[in-house]
């Protein structure tokens, strides 16, 4: 007796659930007025749906417009979105052999480099002071050397 209920109730349950979230479902209720008028006072939202005034004065659902274009071949853009993350193939750490600013970047974030390729232009300012001063420095051994 118990699983004849509870099959009922499942039962039951479904039929409003049907009812509920696909409203052209009413439809069947045509054959059976009484069940319908009170589903329809139990489940407003469906009956205001129904009752929708159609340009001709019926009730029902309204007829979808239908449109006319002409044919084009174009190439058609392949655009993907989903969710997920993105990995490189490799990652490499850059060293700089000699100290100094960054005074231009060569590439921009994700594009393929060569092997050889300039990525980097730094300051030149403090390099060449640095040459300078140790050609001076060179200049003053010699002289040194020249003097002993």
Do not use: C
Not at 18 to 26: A, H, I
Not at 44 to 51: C, I, S
Not at 75 to 102: H, W, Y
């Amino acid at each position: 007796m118990k699983r004849l209920l509870t099959w009922l109730i499942v039962l039951a349950a479904g039929a409003f659930g049907t009812l509920w979230f696909y409203p052209p479902s009413r439809a069947l209720l045509g054959h059976a007025p009484p069940l319908k008028i009170a589903l329809d006072k139990v489940l407003p939202v469906a009956a205001l749906a129904d009752a929708a005034p159609t340009a001709k004065g019926r009730s029902g659902p309204q007829p979808t417009p239908v449109t006319v274009a002409t044919v084009e071949q174009k190439a058609m853009p392949v655009i993907l979105t989903a969710p997920g993350t993105v990995e490189a193939e490799a990652t490499v750490a850059l060293k700089s052999r000699v100290d100094g600013q960054i005074a231009e970047v060569m590439f921009k974030e994700g594009d393929l480099v060569q092997k050889g390729q300039v990525l980097f232009r730094l300051d030149e300012r403090l390099i060449i002071a640095q040459i300078k001063q140790a050609e001076a420095v060179i200049k003053r051994d010699q002289v040194n050397l020249q003097e002993a």
